[in-house]
């Protein structure tokens, strides 16, 4: 072999399949004259090599340094134990993938990737042999987590396994200086898929589709698209009566929908993107960005995003989303294909079965979709990414666990903005946004999208994460499937502050703000408006909200002017009286008379009347008593109205007080609420009331913190719960937070919302596990 001539063996783990990492790893060995092989083994990538030392240190450091920018490598193995040595001159090779027969834990999946520049410009040039082929993509784009069905990540396991290669690609696919070199879903007009039509019992293909889709799309219809991880539905978002149309068969009368935009520049034509905000639009992952709207409200219809003040905008991801963009030369509406808050539609069949009565034209192709994927939703606060929606574009990939999972777990999340996660070792995988548990056709979603991550991961649970509410049907499942000495019960809020933790890398205990809708507490009552101090083992209450009745129970949710009266007839006494019924009454007189007698009612004989300690409902209560939203159609629609409503206005807090009651302080909204009545009846404009009652949650949230940091608390606080999507309500608790030396962490990668939970459920599990 010759003195100067040493041989290494490397295991590379991480994100490294399905991301370009074979080719990049051929070049640089080839590039350092080194001998060898690199080859898929399971789920991570081996690396046998021969050269001089100098050369074999080189390539060492460039492994991780110069690593394609898709991939994430976590961690490198090294020796020199290697059974087969390379041959001097023999050259550096890609080996055929392997199965270890052991698995690391877990194995990472890659996001889909939206088109890149490269593959964008030779879409559009006439002399390419992949102009306007709408599924063009390379090693640094395009489908990926939606189309593989198996690792190592290999074509025969993607759903690209039934386009055999054209002698052109099959070149491209060979040659280690090409960009498509080991590209798995490599695929030309030749060999590759097509797009098919459907709309009243016309059909076409190729580009003949297109065109109809965009025929149809310009006259003001709704095309059903075929995406990377489902069906969309599309209008031309400059026509009102298209966006009208498609909520009223959508039966989505008031939600914002997500407008796609052609690039950057027309982006900012429709609204006023931020810095941060624009690199998120033209990120490899292409989330929804909900952006300021603009001066005169874009070019998009005003019935897009209804008293939001935001618009959610998206860049093209696919080939296909280009040539509709770039031919029809307008922003069009793109919304998941499917009914309010079921499982979007994944094949042709279900598409055409359960969306026939929204979408005039089927706009398909003949690749199947792996797994369901829907948009990814963000925001920026302050330079600060916040995931809403996480999906498409972010995951599967890997999360980290503070506390390694020793026993494989998986938790099952909550009931609405559903997610599952499985966990083993140091990882934690957040599977994609599912919807809502509401009926069995969620719980199938929810079952199945279970099942690929545990085929992918290589994860088998043994036990599982649920959340204590025994109605949950996330719960039902877990106790159907686990028996009970492998279920851990985990409170709602507590995992709500543990994924916030989790993601940070807490490891000693922490202070918790979970502001949220409803969950279910450990008195079997419902909490909302939570501070605990907390570990991945354990927390304790130190204080809430006061608590005011549902009336009809969680149907109060979709009635802010019912939950209102219940804060005026059944707040929890705590030595203020709740506003007087005078004071009340230019509320209660623009009401049903019979609906306030009757909610009043039920209210005072407890008559399906839950109590709740829930800021969510309270920033109901407060929208409803301003005239902002007495009914509302989607979850958050009354805090947004708030939150849009007092703008950039700045007004004092308006009166409160903590008082202690069992031994917690509670925050007594009583003086509130008659000064927010008291104020709006003495003319004070709604939108300065509006800043006020969030500067109020604000100040209380901090003197809360104050109040449970006397004698030795954290000096970390993790702020957690849907209610801290509201960007003013996050900045002003956070600045006051600061104030008083606190580090306040909050929710990036994972949402802050229900979406996080299975997180925060994982990251409790191995916790405890470890501790049993």
Excluded at 57 to 70: D, G, I, M, N, T
Excluded at 164 to 190: G, H, K, V
Excluded at 383 to 408: D, S
Aim: net charge positive; hydrophobic share 40%.
């Amino acid at each position: 072999m010759g003195g100067d001539r040493e041989v290494r063996h490397f295991e590379v783990y991480g994100t490294v399949q399905g991301v370009g990492f074979r080719p990049f790893v051929q070049r640089l060995a080839s590039g350092l004259d080194l001998d060898g092989w690199v080859r898929n083994v399971d789920g991570h990538v081996v690396i046998d090599v021969a050269g001089t030392p100098r050369s074999l240190h080189r390539f060492a450091a460039a492994l991780r340094a110069q690593a394609p920018p898709l991939s994430v490598v976590r961690r490198i193995h090294t020796s020199a134990d290697v059974p087969e040595h390379p041959v001097a001159g023999s050259g550096f090779t890609v080996r055929a993938s392997a199965d270890a027969g052991t698995r690391p834990a877990p194995r990472e999946v890659p996001p889909d990737a939206a088109t890149c520049d490269a593959c964008l410009a030779e879409l559009f040039d006439p002399h390419d042999r992949r102009y306007r082929y709408p599924f063009i993509n390379c090693t640094d784009c395009g489908p990926r987590a939606t189309v593989i069905t198996g690792l190592p990540y290999d074509r025969p396991r993607t759903t690209m396994r039934s386009f055999p290669l054209c002698p052109a690609c099959a070149a491209e696919y060979r040659d280690p200086s090409d960009r498509r070199f080991r590209a798995e879903p490599l695929a030309c007009p030749a060999c590759g898929p097509r797009l098919s039509w459907h709309a009243n019992g016309r059909n076409a293909t190729g580009p003949a589709a297109l065109q109809a889709a965009e025929e149809l799309i310009a006259s003001g219809g709704i095309v059903a698209v075929k995406g990377l991880g489902g069906y969309q539905l599309m209008c031309d978002a400059e026509q009102a009566r298209a966006v009208l149309l498609l909520r009223r068969r959508k039966h989505r009368p008031h939600k914002p929908f997500a407008v796609m935009v052609t690039d950057l520049a027309t982006a900012r034509r429709v609204a006023r993107p931020t810095r941060t905000e624009s690199r998120l639009l033209g990120s490899p992952a292409r989330p929804v960005v909900l952006v300021a709207d603009g001066p005169s409200g874009g070019t998009a219809a005003a019935a897009v995003h209804p008293g939001t003040g935001r618009v959610g905008l998206f860049l093209p991801t696919t080939g296909l989303h280009h040539l509709l963009l770039r031919d029809l030369g307008r922003p069009l509406v793109v919304t998941s294909g499917n009914l309010s808050d079921e499982p979007i539609a994944t094949t042709d069949d279900d598409a055409r079965e359960r969306l026939a009565g929204i979408a005039d034209g089927f706009l398909g192709h003949d690749r199947p979709i792996a797994a369901r994927y829907d948009d990814s939703v963000t925001q920026a606060v302050r330079g600060r990414v916040l995931t809403i929606r996480r999906a498409r574009g972010y995951a599967p990939a890997p999360l980290p666990l503070p506390v390694a999972a020793r026993t494989p777990v998986v938790a099952a999340g909550a009931q609405t903005k559903h997610t599952v996660t499985v966990a083993d070792g140091s990882r934690a995988v957040l599977g994609p946004h599912t919807g809502d548990l509401s009926d069995a056709r969620t719980l199938d979603a929810f079952g199945r999208c279970y099942a690929d991550l545990v085929a992918l991961t290589g994860v088998t649970p043994g036990a599982v994460a649920h959340d204590l509410h025994p109605g949950y049907l996330s719960t039902r499942w877990a106790t159907e499937l686990f028996p009970p000495e492998r279920r851990i019960a985990v409170q709602h809020h507590h995992a709500h502050i543990a994924a916030c933790a989790a993601e940070h890398r807490l490891r000693g205990p922490f202070l918790g703000i979970a502001y949220d809708g409803l969950g279910f507490g450990d008195d079997g009552t419902l909490w909302g408006g939570e501070v605990l101090v907390a570990d991945y083992t354990g927390y304790r209450r130190v204080g809430r909200f006061a608590t005011a009745p549902l009336p009809g129970g969680e149907a109060a949710v979709r009635h802010p002017a019912r939950m209102a009266l219940g804060y005026l007839h059944g707040l929890e006494p705590l030595g203020v009286p709740p506003p007087s019924p005078e004071l009340a009454r230019p509320f209660t007189g623009r009401m049903d008379p019979h609906t306030v007698a009757t909610v009043r009612t039920m209210v005072l004989r407890r008559l399906n009347c839950p109590r709740a300690s829930s800021a969510g409902r309270l920033f109901d209560a407060a929208a409803a008593l301003l005239g902002l939203a007495d009914d509302v159609s989607y979850e958050g629609q009354a805090a947004a109205a708030l939150e849009n409503a007092a703008g950039s206005a700045r007004r004092a807090a308006l009166p409160w007080r903590l008082v202690r009651a069992d031994g917690l302080w509670v925050y007594d909204p009583a003086p509130t609420l008659v000064a927010l009545l008291d104020q709006l009846g003495g003319g004070t404009p709604v939108p300065l009331l509006a800043a006020a009652f969030h500067t109020t949650i604000a100040e209380v949230t901090a003197a809360l913190v104050e109040r449970a940091g006397v004698g030795g608390a954290p000096r970390t606080v993790c702020l957690a719960g849907g209610c801290f999507v509201n960007r003013r309500l996050l900045t002003d608790v956070s600045r006051l937070l600061r104030a008083q030396g606190m580090r306040v962490l909050v929710g990036s990668a994972v949402p802050v919302g229900d979406g996080g939970i299975s997180y925060g459920q994982a990251a409790i599990a191995a916790a405890r596990l470890k501790g049993g």
